[in-house]
């Protein structure tokens, strides 16, 4: 079983910066990617970014130049850097994982977190 447990989402004024961190536990033997994503109100579920196990990353238009994904490898986590926020960005966002429970794992499993609510206003 994996778990993700996410954390650092907050109350903040427009202009101003948060960030998340989602850690990854339980039975692991490698992650081939993690990620952010959120769901605002009355909207769907929409990809924020994303990084690989090689530090490859991907950026939802929305995100360019304000949010930064980096990871670290040895402790599971994936963290996302938001400055320059906007009333836009409230949702809550959730931690997304593509996991390997074994060395002969043939394909992975994608778990989800349980989100944390990120609100912007005056």
């Known amino acids: 079983q994996v778990r993700l447990v996410e954390s650092g989402g907050d109350l903040v004024q427009p202009g101003g910066s948060l960030r998340l961190s989602c850690v990854a536990s339980g039975s692991i033997y490698s992650i081939n990617a993690m990620g952010w994503y959120r769901q605002a109100p009355g909207k769907e579920r929409e990809l924020v970014a994303t990084?690989?196990?090689?530090?490859?990353?991907n950026y939802a238009d929305s995100a360019k130049g304000r949010f930064t994904i980096s990871r670290d490898n040895a402790k599971n986590t994936v963290y996302l850097q938001m400055n320059s926020l906007k009333p836009e960005d409230t949702a809550v966002y959730y931690c997304n994982v593509r996991v390997f429970t074994t060395a002969l794992s043939y394909r992975y499993l994608e778990v989800w977190g349980q989100g944390t609510l990120v609100t912007v206003s005056a």
């Open positions: 990084i690989t196990s090689g530090g490859s990353t």
